[in-house]
């Protein structure tokens, strides 16, 4: 069998063993095709089932989650957390509160989770969990009362040295609250390593709240600086206005780039003379409101209720919202608008027909298993304060993040040039990440 043929029939028992999971197909499909450089250079790596071990989560649970509304009626809602690889450390990955959520979903997340994991080069291996329920307007007290019943039975899987859940999509600081009071009660220790994501006076590190967009922009300034650009005076869309494209819009202006969009789930916004961040820190982290309330009390910003974001002329893109939320058609725009640079923010935001169009224009192109790694290399970080019971400075956290996306890009753009791609990072990233897991699986033996 060549290699085109040996990882067809790994992806063919893949759909059939996983059917109705689009998400998780397409993450894989991305992967394997990258790998097939691997096997043709390396065929040991299609040895011991290796391939089919890495698609195979390690562990899957699916459970029922109860709760009492604020009128006194039952809920119920279904929880997921999928253990999907440690052979390099403990399960690390986020848990997302969003009625998208599936098993699907989550499966694809946490595949890619591992290899995200492995190129931070920190020891931890990839899970994710989360749920179909839906924070949006939700009173506090509802919130409270479902993190309190999700964690009531995930408490019995995770642990410090086991599974460390941190937020994503819908979780942030208070869900993250919430979830750790329930565990400390459950467990009755002040086990702080078990979630990440923590308030800074009960084990939480300085730079975690920023990390994924600070991160997202560090890599971005690598892959610029590379090809001869930077952020300075640049035009740069970001998509969506939740953790991650808050601090992505704070960073590329810090470095001197006009953020002239940014999103919700309801609208987009053009700011031509850039965003003002503190509005909407206030809008979205305070207010929990929509982009329509931010639009209404800045100057020169309009909402747009149709067309696309990324109808924007522009010189960098920041996908920061949610999977396959770039398509063909809007890669293509960005292109002819004049967009050289796409970098993910968001876990696989853009779909294979964008990714491909990309790289058939020569669009320097970071997927999100690179580009929003800070997240959970920051973290790891957070761990390691956490088992020395320390706490670092802002600043000395922050220049070991800058180091860790340095070197995420680095490694990135070595591998995709060992294996005659330079400048394809899609394929480098996936490969520099592929070889740490596999190393480590092909030593720890059959298991
Ligand atoms: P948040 O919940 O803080 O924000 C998500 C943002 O995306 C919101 O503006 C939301 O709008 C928008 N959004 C969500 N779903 C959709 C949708 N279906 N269509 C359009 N817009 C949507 O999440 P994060 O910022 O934490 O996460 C964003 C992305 O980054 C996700 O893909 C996540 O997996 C990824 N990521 C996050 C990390 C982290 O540390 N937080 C780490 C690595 C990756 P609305 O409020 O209207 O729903």
């Not at 967009?213 to 970001?238: C, N, P, R």
């Not at 009390?297 to 999977?323: E, F, K, M, R, Y």
């Amino acid at each position: 069998m060549n290699v085109d043929e040996q990882v067809s029939s790994y992806y063919d028992l893949l759909l059939k063993r996983n059917a109705g999971e689009p998400e998780f197909h397409q993450a894989v499909a991305e992967v394997l095709d990258s790998l097939k450089v691997v096997l043709e250079k390396d065929p040991h790596y299609g040895d011991y089932g290796l391939i089919q071990r890495l698609c195979e989560p390690e562990r899957q649970l699916i459970f029922r989650v109860p709760w009492v509304d604020d009128d006194g009626v039952v809920q119920i809602n279904r929880g997921f957390r999928v253990q999907f690889n440690s052979a390099l450390g403990p399960y690390k990955g986020g848990l997302r509160f969003h009625p998208s959520v599936d098993l699907g979903i989550i499966k694809f997340l946490g595949f890619e989770q591992v290899f995200k994991n492995s190129l931070t080069g920190l020891p931890i291996g990839g899970g994710k969990g989360g749920s179909d329920f839906d924070p949006k307007g939700k009173s506090d007290a509802e919130v409270m009362r479902f993190c309190q019943s999700f964690m009531t039975e995930l408490h019995r899987y995770i642990g410090e040295y086991r599974d460390v859940p941190a937020g994503d999509i819908g979780v942030g600081g208070r869900e993250i609250g919430y979830l750790f009071g329930q565990f400390r009660r459950l467990v009755n220790r002040h086990e702080s390593g078990v979630l990440t994501g923590k308030g800074l006076s009960w084990g939480g590190s300085l730079v975690r709240t920023e990390a994924t967009g600070y991160g997202l922009v560090y890599l971005t300034q690598e892959m610029l600086a590379a090809h001869g650009s930077s952020f300075d005076g640049a035009k740069v869309i970001v998509s969506g206005s939740g953790n991650v494209a808050i601090y992505a819009i704070e960073k590329a202006q810090e470095l001197g780039a006009t953020v002239i969009g940014f999103s919700d789930s309801s609208a987009w916004v053009e700011t031509p003379d850039g965003v003002d961040v503190e509005l909407l820190k206030e809008v979205k982290e305070v207010r929990r409101g929509r982009v329509s309330e931010y639009v209404d009390n800045a100057q020169g910003a309009t909402l747009h209720t149709d067309g696309s974001i990324w109808d924007l002329a522009c010189d960098v893109a920041l996908p920061c919202a949610t999977q396959n939320e770039l398509g063909g058609e809007h890669a293509r725009k960005l292109y002819e608008n004049g967009c050289h640079f796409v970098a993910e923010g968001a876990n696989m935001p853009s779909t294979a027909e964008a990714i491909e169009f990309f790289r058939e224009k020569g669009v320097h192109f970071a997927p999100g298993k690179a580009a929003n790694a800070g997240g959970v290399a920051t973290s790891a970080l957070e761990m390691q304060q956490n088992a020395s019971r320390d706490s670092w400075s802002f600043d000395y956290t922050d220049e070991r993040l800058r180091k860790i996306m340095s070197n995420v890009f680095t490694h990135s753009a070595e591998a995709a040039e060992e294996y005659g791609r330079p400048g394809d990072y899609v394929l480098g990233a996936n490969i520099a990440g592929f070889k740490k897991v596999a190393d480590a699986m092909l030593a720890q033996g059959v298991i």
